[in-house]
């Protein structure tokens, strides 16, 4: 993703104005003020922020109960997920959903003559965010369909790599893991489950072996 280090450096920030500046579209907080009051609350451990916007969503089974119809909900691109967030108006209580990105098949958006809809292809579903900022919903497709691939690619080149072969270096295969797990394209356990599975190969045994008998 082009652009990381700001993204991370604005989220850890909270400045969401500066991500909207950053993808060159006006920052709309109508609607949405006290869900991006609370927004870090719900964001986990090194996740990063790519792009907001605001938008109308039916109700779900978790919907506010004292909110009826149509809500308005805060949209957040990350890079682990989609986030949606829906302050109750007559108390303090928040509603939040997400969706995995390796859920989503594709995201696409449309504009009309002042606003844009964001639909979210889930494969069983389409997930329909509208009434959205026009600015907004062109690039929180794009970025969103961009990001996806990078992570599919990376997973297949990850997985691509595993068993280990005897042409590729070792060493090199256990950087690829951290810097994948570092911008955020293998979780936790995922990283965990490679690096276990490279350690434990005769492979890596044999050139550990060779390794010490260097030095010794």
Known sequence: ??????YAEYTKAQDWKSISELNEVNFDSFGTKKELKVLTEYLEEDEVVFALTS???NQ???SNSFDFGTNTWLVVLTSDRFLFLDAAMLSSSVDSQSIRHDRVQAVSASQGFMLGKISVDLGSRILVIDNCHKSTVKVMASLSNKWIKELSDKKNE??????????TPLFDLLEKLERFLAIGALSDREFNDAKLRLVESDEFKKEKERFLASIG
Do not use: V
Not at 158 to 167: D, F
């Open 60 to 62: 779900s089974e978790t």
């Open 158 to 167: 990850t997985n691509a790599g595993l068993p280990i072969s005897s042409q």
């Open 55 to 57: 938008g109308i969503m």
């Open 1 to 6: 993703m082009d652009n990381y280090e700001k």
